[in-house]
């Protein structure tokens, strides 16, 4: 079992940057690096997308087309803590992010929602123009 909880979300206008943090907590014998971790972002009508992923044990990152070169998805495996530093934003970046995680390596390419089994409560990011 592994909880996820979302920080530092709010709201910054086009251009800016913020970071979001997701903390981890497991309650298995299951090491952190063992688990593929993953920022979706949710926009009301819209479908969820999965935006970038981080493999903890080899530290291999996946970007979607729409942020790549935007946002950096990071890990501090002593905190359990991953981390999205989000630059450039745009209006269409609003959503409500969330974290997710999976054990085992992440999956090539675009990222499902159905290949992960443990969800964060999400934390909103609102960018003005």
């Known amino acids: 079992l592994v909880e996820l909880v979302e920080s530092g979300g709010g709201s910054v206008q086009a251009g800016g940057s913020l970071r979001i943090s997701c903390r981890a907590s497991?309650?298995?014998?299951?090491?952190?690096?063992?688990?593929?971790l993953a920022w979706f972002r949710h926009a009301p009508g819209k479908e969820r997308e999965g935006v970038a992923s981080i493999y903890g044990g080899r530290g291999t990152t996946y970007y979607a087309d729409s942020v790549k070169g935007r946002f950096t998805i990071s890990q501090d495996r002593a905190q359990n803590t991953m981390y999205l530093q989000m630059n450039s934003l745009t209006p269409e970046d609003s959503a409500m992010y969330y974290c997710?995680?999976?054990?085992?390596?992440?999956?090539?390419?675009?990222?499902?929602?159905?290949?992960?089994?443990?969800w964060g409560q999400g934390t909103q990011v609102t960018v003005s123009s």
């Open positions: 997710a995680a999976d054990r085992g390596s992440c999956p090539i390419g675009r990222l499902r929602t159905a290949d992960f089994a443990y």
């Open positions: 497991t309650y298995s014998y299951t090491t952190y690096s063992t688990y593929c």
